[in-house]
Nanobody
């Protein structure tokens, strides 16, 4: 069974940074498309950053230049470096993975495997 475990969430002030990490275990494939979604109460989950099996990266427009997604040397880990965090970045962040996401790398339907989520809170 594929399992995703996130770490690194927390509470910060506006302008500060956080790094989220995720490890996939029980994997069936050598390589995955992996990344991050987030959700605030009352809203749909939104894709913010993913990296595909060829290490191509896709970002939501609002985080470009502030957030950076990367896979580890071992292909079953992914991190999200978040800089200059703002209150509107407050959300539950979810790690995601699937065999292929190239046709829609930020679409919720592209990912079958999800972590439990980690909270990020940014205060002004």
């Amino acid at each position: 069974q594929v399992r995703l475990v996130e770490s690194g969430g927390g509470s910060v002030q506006a302008g500060e940074s956080l790094t989220l990490s995720c490890v996939v275990s029980g994997y069936w494939y050598d390589n995955y498309c992996m990344g991050w979604f987030r959700q605030v109460p009352g809203a749909d989950r939104e894709g913010i950053a993913t990296v595909d099996v060829n290490r191509r990266k896709t970002y939501k427009e609002s985080v470009k230049g502030r957030f950076f997604v990367s896979k580890g040397i071992r292909k079953h880990t992914v991190s999200l470096q978040m800089n200059n965090l703002q209150p509107e970045d407050t959300a539950t962040y979810y790690c995601v993975a699937d065999r292929d996401c190239m046709s829609a790398p930020l679409h919720i339907a592209s990912f079958a495997y999800w972590g439990q989520g980690t909270q990020v809170t940014v205060s002004s």
